[in-house]
T-cell receptor
Framework: SQTIHQWPATLVQPVGSPLSLECTVE??????LYWYRQAAGRGLQLLFY??????ISSEVPQNLSASRPQDRQFILSSKKLLLSDSGFYLC?????????FGPGTRLTVL | AQSVSQHNHHVILSEAASLELGCNYS??????LFWYVQYPGQHLQLLLK??????LVKGIKGFEAEFIKSKFSFNLRKPSVQWSDTAEYFC???????????FGTGTRLKVLA
């Protein structure tokens, strides 16, 4: 069966520090991969999605970037974190039908 | 641009009450529709989905939803809620042939025992 992993589960970082959140999927090949930010009362905001290695589509211009170095690996990064980057980040994968979500990373920027 | 509206942001019900959560989307073409649920401290998980066929779809835990194309709606229903249904519910849509899922802002349901 397919599983999706995200780490770390929680992260506290100072303003201006770099960020790297990792997501990996097991049990499937060539998944579509997604990064979302979930904020209370605002639902899930799509940040990036990827339909293949090295292919990244950005939905919201901001302080973040994404990369897909391997078929089942999706990384969310920032060179310098802002206070406004705090939030709950979700990775998801899809095989063309419904999406399956990871456990999320709670990021606090101080 | 596509969008999804969930009009009820917070709903409080007593056990055994009936539930209906509204979801409307804006897109003129063919869509696939989903309801996801997030129980406290748990992953988002799929409740039910509509791709084609019978517009009344049944999901897990006694939930169902009806796709009304003329109203651009996909409302979620349950005849009798339980305390364990306390969760946040998200409606989502994806236009056929695309990769972007659009989510609503969510509805927080609290069921009182």
């Amino acid at each position: 069966s397919q599983t999706i992993h995200q780490w770390p589960a929680t992260l506290v970082q100072p303003v201006g520090s770099p960020l790297s959140l990792e997501c990996t999927v097991e049990g499937t090949s060539n998944p579509n991969l997604y990064w979302y930010r979930q904020a209370a009362g605002r639902g899930l905001q799509l940040l990036f999605y990827s339909v293949g290695i090295g292919q990244i589509s950005s939905e919201v211009p901001q302080n973040l970037s994404a990369s897909r170095p391997q078929d089942r690996q999706f990384i969310l990064s920032s060179k310098k974190l802002l206070l406004s980057d705090s939030g709950f980040y979700l990775c998801a994968w899809s095989g063309g039908a419904e999406q399956f979500f990871g456990p999320g990373t709670r990021l606090t920027v101080l | 641009a596509q969008s999804v509206s969930q009009h009820n942001h917070h709903v409080i019900l007593s056990e055994a009450a009936s539930l209906e959560l509204g979801c409307n989307y804006s897109y003129g073409g063919t869509v696939n529709l989903f309801w996801y649920v997030q129980y406290p401290g748990q992953h988002l998980q799929l409740l039910l989905k509509y791709f084609s066929g019978d517009p009344l779809v049944k999901g897990i835990k006694g939930f169902e939803a009806e796709f009304i194309k003329s109203k651009f709606s996909f409302n979620l229903r349950k005849p009798s809620v339980q305390w364990s249904d306390t969760a946040e519910y998200f409606c989502a849509v994806i236009a056929s042939g695309t990769y972007k899922y659009i989510f609503g802002t969510g509805t927080r349901l609290k069921v009182l025992a």
